[in-house]
């Protein structure tokens, strides 16, 4: 095996690139460079690389197409040898130029290539050099190979070549995390630059916006940590894979990951509700007599769901028995407060729930929380009735269980106001 060869297959090792794609970078570079030097204006250059022997063939490649119009042929060959210095410019500015220039016809709707010459041979000229040469066919043309190439030509094809192997190196990883969207996996803070935290993935560094942080965590570089990766785009500088710790679907997939019962199917996560940093609910089911689904995630002394809760950096976790009676699921949603009764509205899909005088504050939560919580939970708008010893008064409204916002975990909130049902 040559030494270009094996040069060519430890760059592909090391970046992780197809070898046929860095082959066909290399054959491009060499067309940039023979053009550079020897090429003229309306070749359209190939060049075939032999990496075992280091040899090159060049080609001159066009397409046969139908015969020009004598008026439109007549301003082609015009353009040809008279051409407009703007015209050259152009296409000095743009010498890869293989967009075919196209005119939409209004009254058919389909599309007309126009004629180029860099790329196009008529016919009637194709004929010439293959007699059976019809439309759509390549006329290919041996080009002379030359004995060496000056510098500029070969710094066109060091820049061809870096720039083709950062695309592939581009593509590479975008392709690899795309496919990861929406899945949670570990990284190493790097660095952090204004409110942005940039997560080291291995092959690729991660962008955690502010939006996206749990607002009491510190990112300190070296810290690893799992994070979700939200969405991949394409950016102007590369791939751009944004990723969350503030996501529900975080909490899904470290249960997921830490739960073999509910990895196998056996316990199934039915919905989460989370506020990140500070609470989160989650409601699980299991069809089976014989595993108890609360017990499966909390683990041996509590040795799961204690794994799970470091893994998000000590926020509160309360595992919660989903249940298909609407009743008895929000119940088990208000945990740890006891309910008397539920009533249920089943047309407004609100619920009115009963609970005693020492058991409210447990039932709604700091600032709200705990109700807050169970509602998005459920599915349900929930109303907490108190009952005491001077009647039933409504605590907490569903018009005043409010949407989690940072505002509101930091700061205090004013006290709920009591209302005579």
């Keep these: 095996m040559s030494d270009i060869k094996n040069a060519i297959k430890q760059l592909c090792e090391e970046k992780s690139l197809d070898y046929d794609s860095v082959l066909a970078a290399i054959e491009l570079a060499l067309a940039a460079a ?52 703007k015209e050259l410019r152009k296409e000095e500015f743009n010498r890869e130029n293989q967009i075919k220039e196209k005119e939409v016809e209004e009254e058919t709707g389909e599309e007309k290539k126009r004629f180029n010459p860099k790329t196009d041979i008529q016919l009637k ?94 990112y300190n570089i070296g810290d690893r940590l799992k994070v979700f990766i939200k969405e991949v785009r394409e950016g102007h500088k590369g791939p751009e894979i944004i990723l969350s710790r503030r996501s529900e679907e975080i909490l899904r997939k470290v249960f997921y990951l830490e739960i073999p019962e509910i990895a196998n199917g056996t316990v199934e996560i039915k919905s989460i509700a989370r506020e990140a940093g500070s609470r989160s609910k989650v409601a699980i089911y299991t069809e089976s007599d014989n595993v108890d689904p609360v017990g499966s995630c909390v683990g041996q002394r509590g040795s799961r769901i204690q794994t799970i809760i470091s893994e998000l950096g000590g926020e509160k976790i309360d595992i919660i028995e989903y249940d298909e009676d609407p009743a008895k699921f929000i119940a088990n949603s208000l945990a740890p407060a ?37 509602a998005r939970l459920t599915g349900w708008k929930i109303d907490i009735i108190e009952a005491g010893e001077d009647g039933e008064k409504v ?20 006290p709920i106001k009591e209302k005579k049902d």
């Design 34 to 85: 023979y053009r550079k030097d020897y090429g003229e204006r309306n070749q359209n250059i190939r060049v075939d690389f032999d990496p075992t022997t280091g040899k090159s063939k060049i080609f001159d490649v066009k397409t046969v197409v139908d015969n020009l119009p004598a008026e439109e042929e007549a301003e082609m060959l015009k353009n040809l040898y008279n051409p407009d210095p």
């Design 125 to 218: 000229e194709a004929m010439i050099l293959k007699h059976d040469a019809k439309i759509g066919d390549e006329i290919v043309t041996d080009l002379p190979i030359p004995e060496s190439y000056g510098r500029m030509a070969a710094q066109t094809a060091k820049q061809v070549i870096v720039q083709k192997l950062r695309e592939m190196e581009r593509d590479m990883i975008f392709g690899e995390f795309k496919s990861k969207e929406q899945e949670v996996v570990s990284g190493i803070v790097q660095r952090r630059e204004g409110r942005f935290v940039f997560i080291d993935l291995g092959k690729a560094i991660g962008l955690m916006p502010a939006e996206e942080q749990i607002y009491n965590e510190r």
């Design 395 to 414: 605590v907490v409204s569903e018009n005043e269980i409010q949407t989690e916002t940072e505002a509101e975990v930091e700061t205090e909130e004013a």
């Design 338 to 374: 006891k309910v008397i009764s539920i009533t249920l509205d089943e047309k407004e899909k609100k619920a009115k729930v009963k609970v005693s005088s020492d058991k409210l504050s447990l039932a709604i939560g700091k600032n709200g929380q705990n109700v807050r919580l169970a």
